[in-house]
C-alpha cells in the first residue's frame, strides 16, 4: 500500500495540478497495484468531483468504505449535496468541526432543502468568524440575499436580514440580481425593474467573463425582467423582450422551464391557445441538483391548470384537481392548496358567476364542508351579489365546523385571512358586537401560542381598546403588553401600549417619550382648513343604508297623498257660448230626443208617456199649445241628429 502512494505521488509531481484527467488516469493506473490503498482513492475522488463527476465520485467512497469517509469527510459530503442527496449531506457536513467548507456546505444543503432559517443562521455564524479570503466575503454576501429573496416568497419576510438594497449589493451583477429577487418577493416591481437592470449592467460591464459567459448569466436576469415587465403592466416591453429570448439557449433546465411560462404569460395576443397549452404542459427533465423550488413548482402547476380552463378542459381539470385536494388535508391555510380548491370550483362551474356558480358550488361544499378555499369563492360570488347576509351565513357555518373538528384545526379556524373575512363582512352589516366578539376570542386563541400572528394582535388589541367593557380593556392591555415586550422597538406596539394604560397607571410615561412629539405630528395640520371643510360623515355600508332608511321610514308621520290634477276632457267643438244640454246626464233611452230604430220600436215607443204625442188637456196645468211646442222642438232636435247621422255614413 505504501509503494502505491508513493508512485502516485510521483506521478502528480510531474502531472498538472489543473489537469484533473490525468490525475484519474494515474489514480487508476495505482489501483491496479492497489485496490483499497485510501490516499489513491482520496485523489480518484478529488479527481472526479472536479470533473463533476459525483456519482461516480460516490462510488469511489462506497469502495473505500468507513476509512476513505473519515478520511475525506468533507469530499464526501460535498460530492453527496451536489448529487442531489441532500440530508446525507447536511447531516455528514454538520459533524465536521473547525471546518468553514464544511459550514459552507452544511448551509448549501439547508438552503436547497428550503430550512432558510437554518441556512440563514448558519451564514451569520460565518460572517461573524475570521474571514481568510475575500472571496468569501462576497459569496456569503451572494448567499445570503439569495436566502432573504427565499424568505421573503414563503411568506417569512420578517426572518429576512436585510430590508431594503445596501450599497454594496449594487457592486457585483450577483448581489443586484439576488437584491432585484427580494424586491419581486416583496411585489416592489418598480425597484426591482431598476435592480435586475443595474443587474445586467455591471454583467455586461465584468471584465473577467467571456461573451459566452456573459451571455450565459443574463439569460436568468431578462427572465425575470419579463415577468416584472408584465406586472408592471408594459406589456409591449415585456413582449419584445421575450421575443428576443432564445429559451433553448438556456442551459439551466429549471431556468428554461420558467422561461418558457413567462414567456407566454408576457404574450400580447395568444392567437392559438392549443398552442401555447402543449408548450406550457410539455415535460422537462430536472435533476436532483437542479430541481425547482416549491413556490415555483406551485405557481407552475396553478397555471397549467389555468391555461386547462382557457382551453375549457373543465371535466378533466376537475378530476386532476380533486385529486390534489383529496390527497392533502383539509381544512388548510396553504396558499397553494386554496387556489386548487378555487380553480376546482371554477371548473365545476365551468368559469360562470352569479347564481349559476352559487347552485353548483354548494352541493359541493357539502361535500367538504371544511374547504376554505370553496368557502371563499361562495363568498364572493354572494358579494358580488350584494347578498350579504347569506356570505355571511356561510362563512359562519365554516366557522362552526372547523370549531367542532380537531383541535389541530384551530389553527385554521382563527387564521389572521378568516378572521379578517369575518370581520369584513360583520362591519358591512354594522354588527359591531359581533366584531369585537370575534376579534376577541381570536385574540385569546393566539395570546398563548409561541408565534402569534403581530398584526391579528394588533387589530384585536386597538378594538378591545374601543370598548367600554372593563374586561375588554383588561384584555387590550395584557394584549399591547405582550407585544411590546416582544418588540420594543415598534412604534405601534409602543403608541397602543401607551394609549391601553393610559388610563390606568402612570408608569408608562417612560415608553410614551420615545414616540413622536404630538406638536410635531400635527405640524402640517391646517386647523382652520379642517373647520371650513366640517365633519365628513363616514360612508354606510349598503345594509347599514338600507336599514337606516327603513328606520327613517318608520319614524317620520305618512303625508297625505297629492290629488292628481286631471286634464280637462272637453270635446273636440265644444262652444263656450252655447249652454249645454241639460239632459246630457241622462241615459239614452231617457232623453227626449231618442227614438228607437225599426217599426216594432216605434210602436213600443208611442205607448210610453215620454217621447209621445201627448194629447191636448191630458196634461195637468199645461196647454196644448206648450205641449205642442215641447213635442215640435224635439222633433227638430231629433231630426237635426238624425241628418248628421246620414252625413257620417256618405
Same mark, same amino acid.
Given at each position: 500500500?505504501?509503494?502505491?502512494?508513493?508512485?502516485?505521488?510521483?506521478?502528480?509531481?510531474?502531472?498538472?495540478?489543473?489537469?484533473?484527467?490525468?490525475?484519474?488516469?494515474?489514480?487508476?493506473?495505482?489501483?491496479?497495484?492497489?485496490?483499497?490503498?485510501?490516499?489513491?482513492?482520496?485523489?480518484?475522488?478529488?479527481?472526479?468531483?472536479?470533473?463533476?463527476?459525483?456519482?461516480?465520485?460516490?462510488?469511489?467512497?462506497?469502495?473505500?468504505g468507513d476509512t476513505l469517509r473519515n478520511k475525506a469527510p468533507l469530499e464526501y459530503s460535498y460530492a453527496?449535496?451536489?448529487? %442531489?442527496?441532500?440530508?446525507?449531506?447536511?447531516?455528514?457536513?454538520?459533524?465536521?468541526?473547525?471546518?468553514?467548507?464544511?459550514?459552507? *456546505?452544511?448551509?448549501?444543503?439547508l438552503y436547497r432543502l428550503e430550512s432558510f432559517d437554518d441556512a440563514a443562521r448558519v451564514y451569520q455564524?460565518? &460572517?461573524?468568524?475570521?474571514?481568510?479570503?475575500?472571496?468569501?466575503?462576497?459569496?456569503?454576501?451572494?448567499?445570503?440575499?439569495?436566502?432573504?429573496?427565499?424568505?421573503?416568497?414563503? %411568506?417569512?419576510?420578517?426572518?429576512?436580514?436585510?430590508?431594503?438594497?445596501?450599497?454594496?449589493?449594487?457592486?457585483?451583477?450577483?448581489?443586484?440580481?439576488?437584491?432585484?429577487?427580494? =424586491?419581486?418577493?416583496?411585489?416592489?416591481?418598480?425597484?426591482?425593474?431598476?435592480?435586475?437592470?443595474?443587474?445586467?449592467?455591471?454583467?455586461?460591464?465584468?471584465?473577467?467573463?467571456?461573451?459566452?459567459?456573459?451571455?450565459?448569466?443574463?439569460?436568468?436576469?431578462?427572465?425575470?425582467?419579463?415577468?416584472?415587465?408584465?406586472?408592471?403592466?408594459?406589456?409591449?416591453?415585456?413582449?419584445?423582450?421575450? @421575443?428576443?429570448?432564445?429559451?433553448?439557449?438556456?442551459?439551466?433546465?429549471?431556468?428554461?422551464?420558467?422561461?418558457?411560462?413567462?414567456?407566454?404569460?408576457?404574450?400580447?395576443?395568444?392567437?392559438?391557445?392549443?398552442?401555447?397549452?402543449?408548450?406550457?404542459?410539455?415535460?422537462?427533465?430536472?435533476?436532483?441538483?437542479?430541481?425547482?423550488?416549491?413556490?415555483?413548482?406551485?405557481?407552475?402547476?396553478?397555471?397549467?391548470?389555468?391555461?386547462?380552463?382557457?382551453?375549457?378542459?373543465?371535466?378533466?381539470?376537475?378530476? @386532476?384537481?380533486?385529486?390534489?385536494?383529496?390527497?392533502?388535508?383539509?381544512?388548510?391555510?396553504?396558499?397553494?392548496?386554496?387556489?386548487?380548491? *378555487?380553480?376546482?370550483?371554477a371548473a365545476l362551474a365551468q368559469s360562470r358567476l352569479g347564481n349559476f356558480g352559487i347552485k353548483h358550488?354548494?352541493?359541493?361544499?357539502?361535500?367538504?364542508?371544511?374547504?376554505?378555499?370553496?368557502?371563499?369563492?361562495?363568498?364572493?360570488?354572494?358579494?358580488?351579489?350584494?347578498?350579504?347576509?347569506?356570505?355571511?351565513?356561510?362563512?359562519?357555518?365554516?366557522?362552526?365546523?372547523?370549531?367542532?373538528?380537531?383541535?389541530?384545526?384551530?389553527?385554521?379556524?382563527?387564521?389572521?385571512?378568516?378572521?379578517?373575512?369575518?370581520?369584513?363582512?360583520?362591519?358591512?352589516?354594522?354588527?359591531? &358586537?359581533?366584531?369585537?366578539?370575534?376579534?376577541?376570542?381570536?385574540? =385569546?386563541?393566539?395570546?398563548?401560542?409561541?408565534?402569534?400572528?403581530?398584526?391579528?394582535?394588533?387589530?384585536? %388589541?386597538?378594538?378591545?381598546?374601543?370598548?367600554?367593557?372593563?374586561?375588554?380593556?383588561?384584555? @387590550?392591555?395584557?394584549?399591547?403588553?405582550?407585544?411590546?415586550?416582544?418588540?420594543?422597538?415598534?412604534?405601534?406596539?409602543?403608541?397602543?401600549?401607551?394609549?391601553?394604560?393610559?388610563?390606568?397607571?402612570?408608569?408608562?410615561?417612560?415608553?410614551?417619550?420615545?414616540?413622536?412629539?404630538?406638536?410635531?405630528?400635527?405640524?402640517?395640520?391646517?386647523?382652520?382648513?379642517?373647520?371650513?371643510?366640517?365633519?365628513?360623515?363616514?360612508?354606510?355600508?349598503?345594509?347599514?343604508?338600507?336599514?337606516?332608511?327603513?328606520?327613517?321610514?318608520?319614524?317620520?308621520?305618512?303625508?297625505?297623498?297629492?290629488?292628481?290634477?286631471?286634464?280637462?276632457?272637453?270635446?273636440?267643438?265644444?262652444?263656450?257660448?252655447?249652454?249645454?244640454?241639460?239632459?246630457?246626464?241622462?241615459?239614452?233611452?231617457?232623453?227626449?230626443?231618442?227614438?228607437?230604430?225599426?217599426?216594432?220600436?216605434?210602436?213600443?215607443?208611442?205607448?210610453?208617456?215620454?217621447?209621445?204625442?201627448?194629447?191636448?188637456?191630458?196634461?195637468?196645468?199645461?196647454?196644448?199649445?206648450? =205641449?205642442?211646442?215641447?213635442?215640435?222642438?224635439?222633433?227638430?232636435?231629433?231630426?237635426?241628429?238624425?241628418?248628421?247621422?246620414?252625413?257620417?255614413?256618405?
Amino acid at each position: 500500500m505504501t509503494n502505491g502512494t508513493t508512485a502516485l505521488t510521483a506521478l502528480l509531481q510531474r502531472a498538472s495540478i489543473d489537469d484533473p484527467e490525468d490525475i484519474l488516469k494515474a489514480c487508476n493506473a495505482s489501483l491496479k497495484q492497489s485496490k483499497r490503498d485510501p490516499g489513491i482513492l482520496h485523489a480518484k475522488a478529488v479527481a472526479l468531483i472536479k470533473l463533476d463527476r459525483y456519482e461516480d465520485a460516490l462510488c469511489v467512497f462506497e469502495d473505500g468504505g468507513d476509512t476513505l469517509r473519515n478520511k475525506a469527510p468533507l469530499e464526501y459530503s460535498y460530492a453527496l449535496y451536489k448529487a %442531489g442527496q441532500l440530508s446525507d449531506a447536511r447531516q455528514i457536513a454538520k459533524g465536521i468541526v473547525d471546518e468553514r467548507g464544511a459550514r459552507h *456546505v452544511e448551509a448549501q444543503a439547508l438552503y436547497r432543502l428550503e430550512s432558510f432559517d437554518d441556512a440563514a443562521r448558519v451564514y451569520q455564524d460565518l &460572517a461573524r468568524t475570521h474571514k481568510s479570503l475575500d472571496s468569501e466575503e462576497n459569496d456569503i454576501r451572494i448567499n445570503t440575499t439569495a436566502i432573504d429573496a427565499q424568505l421573503e416568497w414563503n %411568506g417569512s419576510g420578517e426572518h429576512a436580514q436585510k430590508k431594503k438594497p445596501r450599497r454594496e449589493d449594487l457592486e457585483a451583477f450577483e448581489t443586484a440580481y439576488n437584491a432585484g429577487c427580494v =424586491s419581486v418577493a416583496r411585489e416592489d416591481f418598480s425597484q426591482a425593474l431598476v435592480l435586475l437592470k443595474r443587474s445586467e449592467d455591471l454583467c455586461n460591464a465584468a471584465g473577467d467573463l467571456s461573451d459566452e459567459e456573459k451571455s450565459i448569466e443574463i439569460l436568468p436576469i431578462q427572465v425575470q425582467q419579463i415577468y416584472v415587465l408584465s406586472k408592471l403592466g408594459k406589456i409591449q416591453e415585456a413582449d419584445h423582450l421575450a @421575443s428576443q429570448l432564445s429559451t433553448t439557449s438556456i442551459l439551466d433546465a429549471s431556468t428554461q422551464y420558467i422561461a418558457r411560462n413567462n414567456v407566454i404569460s408576457a404574450s400580447k395576443d395568444i392567437s392559438n391557445l392549443y398552442l401555447a397549452h402543449r408548450l406550457l404542459h410539455t415535460k422537462t427533465s430536472i435533476s436532483k441538483t437542479d430541481k425547482l423550488f416549491t413556490n415555483q413548482s406551485n405557481l407552475l402547476q396553478e397555471n397549467r391548470i389555468i391555461m386547462d380552463l382557457l382551453i375549457s378542459k373543465h371535466s378533466g381539470m376537475f378530476q @386532476s384537481t380533486s385529486n390534489i385536494i383529496t390527497q392533502s388535508p383539509e381544512p388548510t391555510t396553504s396558499e397553494h392548496l386554496n387556489k386548487i380548491s *378555487v380553480l376546482n370550483a371554477a371548473a365545476l362551474a365551468q368559469s360562470r358567476l352569479g347564481n349559476f356558480g352559487i347552485k353548483h358550488m354548494l352541493p359541493l361544499l357539502e361535500k367538504r364542508p371544511l374547504d376554505v378555499g370553496l368557502t371563499m369563492v361562495i363568498l364572493q360570488l354572494y358579494t358580488l351579489s350584494n347578498n350579504h347576509g347569506a356570505a355571511v351565513t356561510v362563512l359562519e357555518s365554516l366557522l362552526k365546523n372547523l370549531e367542532a373538528s380537531s383541535s389541530n384545526h384551530q389553527d385554521v379556524r382563527f387564521s389572521p385571512g378568516l378572521v379578517a373575512t369575518a370581520v369584513s363582512l360583520y362591519s358591512l352589516q354594522e354588527r359591531r &358586537a359581533q366584531v369585537k366578539t370575534e376579534l376577541a376570542k381570536a385574540a =385569546s386563541y393566539w395570546r398563548h401560542k409561541s408565534k402569534p400572528p403581530k398584526s391579528l394582535l394588533q387589530a384585536a %388589541g386597538l378594538g378591545l381598546l374601543e370598548s367600554d367593557d372593563p374586561d375588554d380593556q383588561a384584555s @387590550s392591555r395584557e394584549i399591547f403588553t405582550q407585544l411590546h415586550e416582544q418588540d420594543p422597538t415598534s412604534k405601534i406596539a409602543t403608541a397602543a401600549f401607551v394609549a391601553a394604560h393610559a388610563l390606568s397607571s402612570k408608569s408608562t410615561m417612560e415608553e410614551a417619550k420615545s414616540l413622536t412629539p404630538i406638536p410635531r405630528l400635527i405640524a402640517d395640520v391646517d386647523v382652520s382648513a379642517l373647520e371650513d371643510a366640517g365633519v365628513v360623515q363616514p360612508k354606510l355600508g349598503a345594509d347599514a343604508a338600507q336599514a337606516a332608511s327603513r328606520k327613517r321610514a318608520l319614524d317620520e308621520k305618512p303625508k297625505p297623498a297629492k290629488k292628481r290634477l286631471r286634464k280637462s276632457r272637453l270635446p273636440k267643438e265644444y262652444d263656450p257660448n252655447r249652454a249645454p244640454d241639460p239632459e246630457r246626464w241622462l241615459p239614452l233611452k231617457e232623453r227626449s230626443s231618442y227614438r228607437p230604430k225599426g217599426k216594432k220600436g216605434r210602436q213600443k215607443a208611442a205607448v210610453l208617456t215620454q217621447g209621445g204625442v201627448e194629447k191636448a188637456g191630458d196634461a195637468v196645468g199645461t196647454s196644448g199649445k206648450s =205641449s205642442e211646442g215641447v213635442v215640435k222642438a224635439a222633433s227638430n232636435a231629433a231630426g237635426g241628429k238624425a241628418k248628421n247621422k246620414k252625413k257620417s255614413k256618405r
